[in-house]
C-alpha cells in the first residue's frame, strides 16, 4: 500500500481525475469501480474536464458503482444513481447507459439482485481502476465495521454513524436510508487497482487508524492491506491528524 499526501484537495482529487483518464486511454475498452459521496464530486467534474479536452469516446467504457440506497428510488434525488448522473454521466454524451451499472436497491427481489451484480461484476471484470472513498468509521463502499473480508455483494444495514454522516443529504435523518446494496469487501478486492481519496480533517481518524497497518474488521479499509496494488491519495487535513 502507497500512503500518498497531495497536501490539498485539489490535487487530491486531480491524481485520482487523471490516473481515470489515464485509463480510459490506455484501454477504450476499460472497467472503472466507480464511487459516490461528496469526496468524489470535484473528481468527476475534473474527469469531465479531462475527457471533453481528450475528446475521448466512452461508447465502450464499463462502470460499477459500488453501492446504492434501499428503499428510495432510482429518481429520488439523494439516490446514487441519481448523483452519478447529475455529477458524471449526464455531462458527456459518449457513455453507453447499457454498460453503466449501480445496484438496483429498489429491485423486487433484493437477494436475488446481489447475486446479479456480482455476476455481473464476474462476467464484466475484474474492474482496472476501482476508486473508494472513506466514511468517517472507516467503511469502503456500505462494508461498515464488522463485515467479513469474505464478504461479495449484499444487503447492508448502515450503521448509526453512517446514516447520521449521510443525513446531510437528506431533509431529515428519519429520511436516510437504513439499508444498502453495497458490494462486498472481497468484490472490491477483486479490482486490479484501488485508489482510495481521502481529504478534510472528518477523515484524519479513519486515516490515521488504517496507518497503524493492523488489519482488523473494525476498520473495514485495512482489508486494502491483503491487496498488491493500492494507493491511498490524502490531503494535509487527512493526513496531519494532530
Ligand atoms: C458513503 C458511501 C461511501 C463513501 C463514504 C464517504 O456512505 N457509501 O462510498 O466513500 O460514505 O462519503 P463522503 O465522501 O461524502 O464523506
Keep these: 500500500m502507497q ?16 490516473e481515470l483518464l489515464k485509463q480510459i486511454i490506455s484501454n477504450k475498452k476499460s472497467v472503472l469501480g466507480l464511487a459516490t459521496g461528496g469526496t468524489m464530486v470535484r473528481v468527476y467534474e475534473q474527469l469531465v474536464n479531462l475527457i471533453r479536452i481528450n475528446e475521448l ?6 462502470t460499477f458503482n459500488l453501492d446504492e440506497y434501499i428503499g428510495i428510488d432510482y429518481d429520488h434525488s439523494e439516490s446514487y444513481y441519481t448523483y452519478m448522473h447529475d455529477v458524471l454521466f449526464n455531462h458527456l454524451s459518449t457513455w453507453n447507459e447499457e454498460r453503466i451499472h449501480l445496484p438496483n436497491g429498489s429491485a423486487e427481489d433484493l437477494q436475488q439482485e446481489t447475486k446479479h451484480y ?25 462494508n461498515e465495521p464488522g463485515t467479513s473480508f469474505e464478504s461479495l455483494t449484499s444487503i447492508v444495514d448502515l450503521t448509526e454513524s453512517t446514516i447520521e454522516a449521510n443525513s446531510r ?32 480533517p ?7 487508524k488504517l496507518m497503524t497497518g493492523e488489519i482488523t474488521t473494525d476498520l473495514p479499509a485495512s482489508a486494502l492491506y491483503n491487496h498488491p496494488n493500492v494507493e491511498i491519495i490524502l490531503d494535509n487535513n487527512a493526513y496531519l491528524s494532530e
Excluded: W
Excluded at 469516446?57 to 464499463?62: C, F, G, K, M, Q
Excluded at 444498502?180 to 482510495?196: E, V
Design 3 to 18: 500512503i500518498i499526501n497531495l497536501g490539498s484537495k485539489e490535487e487530491a482529487c486531480h491524481y485520482v481525475a487523471n
Design 57 to 62: 469516446d466512452l461508447n465502450e467504457i464499463t
Design 118 to 142: 456480482e455476476s455481473l461484476l464476474d462476467k464484466e471484470g475484474p474492474i482496472d481502476v476501482q476508486i473508494l472513498g472513506i466514511g468517517e468509521n472507516g467503511h469502503i463502499g456500505f
Design 202 to 208: 472528518k477523515k484524519a481518524d479513519a486515516i490515521r
Design 169 to 200: 443529504y437528506f431533509e431529515a435523518i428519519e429520511e436516510v436510508p437504513k439499508q444498502a446494496i453495497s458490494m462486498g469487501i472481497q468484490s472490491i478486492l477483486k479490482a486490479k487497482r484501488i485508489i482510495l481519496l481521502a481529504y478534510g
